[in-house]
């Protein structure tokens, strides 16, 4: 059989309506993937957003509803998915939120929403995909840290604290499938052109830009080419990886 008459392959998109997300979801159909966008049901200006931004793909890029911090509505999303559009292949944890506040002024409720979307979300997407990626011999997981995770940022011991965890996860699993054809791999956004580096203020965002080499925030195609790079079908030799895409803000070896 042709490539082309293979059935594409479905990839899962977490956030997928969301700042990054969007353009991943667009960059993984151009790639040739069959997309479902995984987000909140309560976000219906952005979900009627959504579709028109992505119109131009037609019925390759579909809206799913789920809450990523419910492990069993993140079971069901899974199990809705695979009866209407087939096997998940593709998984990309992109679901994040910021509830950023020195600790000091730190509510628990600020700590808790965070990582139930940034960190538990991400178990409750691999937990519920790696058993059919594993038993099919074929799977990319890619989830979204963050620069912040790696250097860590004043009013984030919260969301710095979930994006470590989302690559040292990632690294553990990457070992439990990496004979079984699962990859799992990191990439680690700068400061990008999104609502969530909107809401931060402009004094501190312009003290952040002249600090990136490159001298502009990133854009969500440069995120979500790399996101495309390590969900690709040949990609299978990089697994447990980092991949920072952040202007030169840190560089390290
Ligand atoms: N660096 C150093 N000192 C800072 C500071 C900073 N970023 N922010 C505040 N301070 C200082 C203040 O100057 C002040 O000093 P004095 O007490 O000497 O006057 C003191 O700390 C104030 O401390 P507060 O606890 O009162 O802080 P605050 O409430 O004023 O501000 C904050 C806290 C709103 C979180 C603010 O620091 C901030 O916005 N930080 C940036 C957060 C950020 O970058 N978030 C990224 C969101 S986007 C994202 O996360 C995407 C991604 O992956 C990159």
Known sequence: MSQSALPKRVALVTGGIGGLGTEICRQLAQAGRRVIALDLASREDRVAAFHAETSDFGDAIAFEPADVSDFDSCQQLVERIEQRHGSIDVLVNAAGITRDASLRKMTPRQWHELMRVNLDGVFNMCRNVVEGMTARGFGRIVNISSVNGQTGQFGQTNYSAAKAGVHAFGMALARETARKGVTVNTVSPGYCDT?????????????????????????????ARAV????ADDAGYITGANLPVNGGYFMSF
């Open 195 to 223: 609502p969530m580096v909107a809401a931060v203020s402009a004094e501190i965002r312009a003290q952040i830009v002249a600090d990136i080499p490159i001298g502009r925030l990133g854009s969500p195609a440069d995120i």
């Open 228 to 231: 495309a790079f390590l969900s």
